[in-house]
């Protein structure tokens, strides 16, 4: 008897479970069918919206655009979607590779400032006006046909002031202009002293390179 009492309140502690399990589900799925009625009600008057609006802007492009031409770009886009995700994927990389080189840039920035501040103080702008302002002075001193002589004749230009930069060439110009610079020459030469003067071998090969000079101006000269 005993043990019968005792099956039969387990049997009832087992229904009472399953019981409360039944009851807890219909709770909850009458909670989940009112919360769903709720969205409904919320969601069907936006989608009546969207769907107006879709409608009306399918109708103002109804002229220029098919349903088939559509269709196609979807398709496009769903056979392209790999590129698709590549394309994003680089743009994830540039985004990053911007990020990492934020603070380069800017450094490199700050350096160039420097710099442009160094050059300033140094001079480097001033010459550079100056420059400008010589070659404007040397644009507006020349015609038209000045720049076409000049163009005609560069090479031979080119070539004198080749043959005037010669060693040899600086040595004599630098000690002739200290020769008229530096030595004052006495008022009272007699040509005794100047033929006594020719004695020293330099002058004599000096005056041989003068007259040599004058020679070759006079016979250009006369061939001109």
């Known amino acids: 008897m005993d043990q019968a009492m005792v099956e039969l309140n387990q049997k009832i502690d087992a229904l009472t479970v399953q019981v409360a399990y039944l009851t807890e589900e219909t709770r909850l799925q ?4 009112l919360d769903w009625d709720e969205l409904k ?14 409608v009306e802007q399918l109708n103002e492009i109804e002229s220029y655009v098919q349903l088939e031409d559509v269709l196609r ?28 080189l934020g603070p380069l840039s800017q450094e490199a920035f700050t350096t160039v400032m420097k710099a442009l501040d160094q050059m300033e103080r140094k001079g480097y702008f001033k010459f550079l006006q100056g420059g400008a302002n010589i070659a404007e002075q040397i ?7 000045d720049v076409r002589q000049l163009g005609d004749n560069v090479v031979l230009i080119l070539t004198t002031v080749k043959e005037m930069t010669q060693p040899d060439i600086m040595r004599l110009v630098q ?7 530096e030595e004052e020459q006495d008022d009272n030469i007699s040509m005794l002293s100047i033929l006594r003067q020719l004695n020293d071998p330099a002058v004599r090969r000096g005056l041989s390179k003068t007259l040599t000079v004058l020679k070759a101006v006079s016979d250009k000269s006369t061939q001109d």
């Open 30 to 33: 009458r909670q989940r069918r």
């Open 41 to 54: 009600s919320d969601v069907t008057p936006i989608a009546t919206d969207v769907f107006r609006l879709t």
């Open 73 to 100: 770009i979807f398709k496009r886009l769903a056979r392209n979607t790999r590129n698709l995700e590549q394309m994003l994927d680089q743009l994830e990389s540039l985004s990053e590779l911007s990020r990492n």
């Open 139 to 145: 644009v507006t001193s020349f015609t038209e046909d």
């Open 175 to 181: 000690n002739t202009a200290s020769v008229i610079r």
